[in-house]
């Protein structure tokens, strides 16, 4: 699943089964129709990236708005698995994480921040149901002044800090074990001509960077089956690190966006086309087709059935 920067600002309506035709859809039915097997979250926005809503679609032609947050405050990033959706939802003007559930969003519960509802940003979700997000400084509640990352085991378990740093920090995925990776200031321009980092947090809180052919990096993409860990760059390339540490970069100017549910292929995006990397064909990308001019897609979560809502 995509963890990325593009953290945009959402009031959520009901959610919906209606789907929607021609241009009013974030994927066009003749690229629609290339997708792979599966269902595919995507978070899409419409008129701009703040007015961000999910969609659930199938190549089989089906594509269906899940939420309906009003203009400028919109869904800021999602993760979907087998557990269900999370959602960094603004439709107060911050960010709060909300459960997408048929009749809409299911605040969390708090956190230590002691606010109504917990301030997360960029969470993804396994499919065990255990929660990751980061949490940056904050002068609200009790006031801190550090970029942290946060677990919680369901979405009704409150969470716990399990990495804390001055430095900033965005973007998560779960990879193989329970480990999480996270960028590591990926807004920042390099230190002592240090190349932009990934931090790895295990289960036991242990972490270890990993370095990047990067400068600043715009998203990381993993899951627990993955082929490798996915790390997008602020310049649209993607590296693929591997375990061992062998690293290969996809043909310029694709970025990762999901991997499949049996980690051998990525979905990977640029501009607005869609494309498709194989492990079978490491080498090459396969364009699927473009995306609607309308809207841009933030990220997107690929599964093999429907999460619950």
Not at 6 to 16: P, Q
Request: charged letters at 15%; one cysteine or more.
């Amino acid at each position: 699943m995509l963890a990325s920067v593009l953290l945009a600002a959402g009031l959520l309506g009901c959610s919906g089964s209606v789907g929607h035709s021609g241009m009013e859809q974030p994927v066009p039915l003749g690229t629609l129709h290339r997708l792979p097997a599966g269902v595919f979250y995507v978070l899409a926005g419409r008129p701009n990236i703040y007015s961000a809503n999910v969609w659930a679609i199938t190549s089989s032609g089906r594509e269906v708005q899940l939420t309906h947050n009003r203009v400028g405050f919109g869904i800021s990033w999602m993760s979907a698995s087998s557990a269900g959706i999370i959602m960094a939802d603004a439709s107060n003007g911050v960010d709060e994480l909300a459960r997408l559930t048929s009749r809409g969003a299911q605040w969390m519960p708090v956190g230590r921040t002691g606010q109504p509802q917990i301030h997360g940003q960029a969470p993804a979700i396994d499919d065990s149901g255990e929660i990751t997000y980061s949490v940056p400084p904050s002068n609200s509640g009790p006031a801190h002044n550090d970029n942290s990352v946060w677990v919680a085991s369901s979405f009704s378990s409150p969470g716990r800090i399990i990495y804390k740093q001055a430095g900033d920090l965005a973007g998560e995925g779960f990879g193989p074990g329970g480990q999480i990776a996270i960028m590591d200031r990926p807004y920042d321009p390099p230190l002592n001509d240090k190349r932009a980092q990934v931090l790895i947090i295990a289960p036991d809180g242990r972490v270890r960077t990993v370095d990047t052919d990067f400068w600043q990096l715009a998203g990381v993409a993993w899951r627990p089956n993955a082929t490798a860990l996915a790390v997008s760059s602020v310049s649209r390339n993607t590296e693929l690190i591997f375990n061992g540490g062998r690293d290969q970069l996809l043909p310029k100017g694709w970025q990762a966006m999901t991997w499949s549910p049996d980690g051998n292929k990525l979905l990977v995006q640029k501009g607005r086309q869609l494309g498709l990397w194989s492990a079978a064909e490491p080498r090459r990308v396969m364009t699927l087709g473009a995306t609607s001019r309308q809207y841009t897609v933030l990220n997107v979560a690929w599964l093999s059935r429907r999460a619950p809502l």
